[in-house]
């Protein structure tokens, strides 16, 4: 029986790795020796077939060399071009197998990984057919194993045969960028010769590793502008980066557009292009140029100033760069470092100071020179590269600067600017302290001045300069420092235009004397009698060494002092005062007798307060009243209580009523309307005369309350003319009136007819009474007698209706004016102020007082 494979395709399928052959052992002994023999040669093809596919194939290789004991299979690898373009199905190969004589079989095959039909059979005839074109990027290599079936008894005639399909690569796939390419980049204009530009390109061949397919080849096809070169240089296998190939010039090109392609080396070749834009950024390719040759400047000596002078320079490059932005320098003539030159860093210009102040005996000329160059170094392409050593560059810009220095008044000059002077305290007055030493080469004329002299210690003679004292001078003064020192400053003015002034510091140090007596730090202590038996001191003299501390303590020439007192020690800066015997807490005064080491004495007087403390140093306060109160005691206040509230009540009950002139609605706690300018009237009011009253209750949403109203009695009256009056009066106790009058008089009526309507809104927590009181009717009636007497010897009096004409300005308002308010007289019942309360009762004084005048001047009228 045979079994083999045999390719229906051999210009498209490669040639086998070795034939299948099955030999059906014969027992015959005259051919086995030919049959090992060939089979030994099929191991040797297999092991050289092995070794040519590689560790690819090596799993392969083994399931090829898989074999049977009676008889043996032989895989073949079958090689199928990707893409191929034929028509499909495509007959690939045909199985056979020699056991399959006189038996009905079929045959069956299934791809490893694959589920697509991708390879089909023919169960009879074994041909294996391929159903679409393959591609090797996705799929590089299947695996297809095979089987026979006994249709009959439905088992397998042979054991499973497995061969694999390679597919073959083709050039299908041209290079890719797969790099993310920015809108355009920036390259430095100073950029050298073969440094890389900022542009990185990785580029990916999906075709075979390490055939010609996957070679790429990355090239610049096209740049614009032409020059200079702009290269790629391979940084790995997938990298790759252009590099400059010569200089770039800002001024001449500003932008660059280059087209890259990346090719593979297939047949035919493959390739992917990508475009690229360069921005050049501007370096500093030019040198700066001062405007100008020749500079002039002025300045006044001993004099500083941060701008005498500003200088212009020209720059080729991009403004606001620093290849742009200038550095100037002083090259020579300021060797005593007087002058310097900064950049103003809007207008780039150099701005030339005096920054030290220099004397100059006479108006003087200083030349300087001075350069200029660009912050950024200075790059400068030759021969197609980049000048590389400084020494062959362009050197930089310099110009010279005049600059007239003006001699001014030069200020007197004191010998020495501070000196030391040592003196006594407490010295008499008149005490010369200082000559000074002044020198002016310009003047003889100079005077002094007193500058500082805190004190007023001392005198200065204007025209010696000689500093003399006219106090005694306290060297414990405020004014002398701790080191004891007392400052002067005096001054030397000279007779220039203008003056000139230079001030000379005297320092006086001031020797201590023994002018100072000990003193208490503090007068009183106290001294805790449930603590200890005695209290600290401390003295402290104003003076130095040797006229100070430590000190002498001792007691005043007391024999009872003594007996109760004890200093321990007595010699020190800080002493105890002991207490000897057992005295009452209370105030106790300690004379003191302290000395200092000159035994300079002083008497000082302790206050040593003797007391329980309740901590260190704080007396316990006085004990607490007891605040128990007995049972009678509480009665006993009570009952006061009681009497007190009955005799107010009996006062209240009978308290006089007493006269209150002009008590109307309108003055108790009224603001009354005084704005109203209606025309005036020369009707007369007449004072109320009310007669009987009536009560009227008020109703309030919150307050119920009375209140008496009084209706006027009928009189004789003859009617000379009308008034109408509107008044409105506003209560700080929120109550509000309105009020409407009308009224009659004649000028001879003894009697008034007087209307009144009312209505008003109470809102409070009280109920009030009210009543209104006037003269008696004889009182009013005399004084009326008297006033109409008086009217009617005056013609011009206003009661009279005096016609007098005028122009015709329409008619009169009907409103009252001022002058229409009567001063009425009535009667009133002031029993409502009774429960007013306490906060009236200084108006009631005030009222009493005024009652008692208000009678006295009725009694002289009479």
Wanted: hydrophobic share 35%; proline share 4%; net charge negative.
């Amino acid at each position: 029986m045979h079994l083999g494979l045999a390719s229906s395709a051999p210009s498209q399928v490669a040639s086998a790795t070795g034939t299948v052959f099955a030999e059906r052992k014969k027992e015959r002994s005259e051919r086995s020796k030919m049959r090992s023999l060939f089979l030994l040669l099929l191991v040797a093809l297999a092991s050289l077939g092995e070794s040519k596919e590689g560790s690819e194939h090596h799993k392969r290789a083994k399931r090829e060399s898989l074999s049977r004991s009676k008889r043996r299979w032989v895989l073949n690898t079958i090689e199928l071009e990707e893409e191929m373009d034929v028509e499909y199905p495509y007959k690939i190969t045909t199985m056979h197998n020699d056991k399959t004589a006189n038996v009905e079989h079929h045959f069956e095959i299934s791809v490893e990984d694959d589920d697509s039909k991708l390879f089909t059979i023919n169960k009879t005839s074994g041909e294996v057919y391929v159903h679409r074109r393959l591609d090797r990027e996705k799929t590089p290599s299947y695996h297809i194993t095979f089987d026979v079936w006994d249709i009959g008894v439905a088992k397998k005639i042979d054991k499973e045969l497995s061969f694999d399909v390679d597919v073959k690569d083709i050039n299908d796939n041209a290079p890719m960028f797969i790099s993310q390419f920015q809108k355009s980049y920036d390259v430095k204009e100073n950029t050298k010769v073969g440094d890389y530009l900022p542009v990185l390109m990785d580029v990916v061949d999906l075709d075979q590793e390490g055939t010609i397919n996957s070679t790429v080849d990355v090239t610049v096809v096209k740049q614009s502008p032409a020059e200079p070169k702009i290269g790629v240089k391979k940084i790995t296998e997938k990298q790759h980066q252009l590099i400059s190939e010569g200089c770039f010039d800002y001024d001449k090109a500003k932008h660059y557009s280059v087209v890259i392609s990346a090719s593979d080396r297939g047949k035919p070749p493959l390739s992917s292009t990508v475009a690229v834009e360069l921005n050049v950024i501007d370096t500093n390719s030019h040198r700066p140029k001062f405007k100008k040759r020749q500079y002039e400047a002025e300045a006044v000596e001993m004099q500083t100033h941060k701008d005498i002078l500003r200088v212009a320079v020209e720059d080729k490059d991009t403004p606001n760069t620093d290849g742009w932005r200038a550095k100037y320098s002083i090259i020579s003539g300021n060797e005593d470092e007087v002058y310097a030159i900064t950049t103003d860093p809007v207008t780039n210009e150099g701005i030339v100071g005096v920054v030290k102040a220099k004397n100059f005996d006479i108006t003087t000329l200083v030349k300087l020179q001075i350069g200029v160059e660009n912050v950024e170094p200075l790059t400068v392409c030759k021969d197609g590269k980049l000048i590389e050593d400084l020494s062959s560059l362009p050197p930089k810009d310099s110009v010279s600067i005049t600059v007239k220095m003006v001699d001014t008044n030069d200020a007197p000059l004191f010998e020495k600017y501070t000196e030391e002077v040592y003196q006594t305290e407490e010295s008499e007055k008149g005490q010369v302290l200082y000559t000074p030493k002044v020198k002016d080469a310009e003047s003889d004329n100079i005077r002094y001045e007193l500058v500082e002299d805190p004190a007023n210690w001392v005198t200065v003679d204007e025209k010696t300069g000689i500093i003399t004292t006219i106090e005694k001078m306290d060297r414990e003064s405020p004014h002398v420092d701790v080191d004891s020192t007392y400052r002067i400053v005096i001054a030397a003015i000279d007779d220039g235009s203008p003056p000139a002034t230079s001030t000379c510091t005297v320092s006086v140090h001031l020797r201590d004397i023994n002018d100072n007596t000990p003193k208490l730090l503090n007068n009183s202590a106290i001294l805790c009698s449930n603590e200890a038996d005695k209290v600290m001191v401390r003295a402290k003299d104003a003076d130095l060494e040797p006229f100070s501390g430590p000190f002498g303590f001792s007691l005043a020439d007391d024999k009872t002092l003594k007996e109760r007192w004890k200093i321990e020690p007595e010699y020190g800066e800080e002493v105890s005062i002991r207490l000897l015997t057992k005295l009452p807490n209370g105030n106790y005064s300690v004379p003191l007798v302290i000395q200092d080491k000159q035994n300079q004495p002083s008497k000082e007087t302790l206050s040593v307060v003797l007391c329980n403390c309740v901590k260190p140093g704080v007396c316990a306060g006085p004990k607490p009243l007891s605040t128990a109160i007995g049972i009678a005691a509480i009665g006993l206040i009570i009952a006061a209580l009681l009497v007190f509230l009955l005799l107010l009540l009996l006062l209240t009950r009978k308290q006089k009523t007493f006269l209150m002139t002009n008590l109307n609605d309108e003055y108790k706690q009224t603001l009354m309307k005084y704005n109203e300018e209606g025309l005036g009237t020369d009707c007369k009011a007449e004072p109320n005369i009310l007669a009987s009253k009536t009560t009227e209750s008020i109703t309030d949403g919150i307050k119920l309350g009375s209140m008496q109203n009084i209706e006027a009695s009928p009189g004789m009256v003859q009617d000379m003319g009308s008034c109408h009056r509107t008044y409105s009066v506003m209560s700080s106790n929120m109550n509000t009136w309105d009020s409407q009058q009308q009224g009659g008089m004649k000028r001879n009526s003894r009697g008034s007819t007087w209307s009144s309507n009312r209505r008003g809104t109470f809102q409070g927590n009280s109920t009030f009474k009210r009543s209104i009181s006037s003269w008696s009717d004889g009182r009013v009636s005399s004084l009326l007698d008297r006033r109409l007497t008086v009217t009617d010897s005056n013609p011009t009096d206003s009661s009279d209706d005096h016609v007098k004409m005028y122009q015709y300005e329409g008619n009169g308002n009907s409103c009252m004016s001022l002058d229409m308010l009567s001063s009425e007289y009535q009667q009133n019942d002031l029993s409502f102020l009774d429960d007013l309360g306490p906060q009236f009762k200084t108006l009631e004084k005030i009222i009493m007082e005024n009652k008692s005048e208000v009678l006295k001047a009725e009694k002289s009228d009479i």
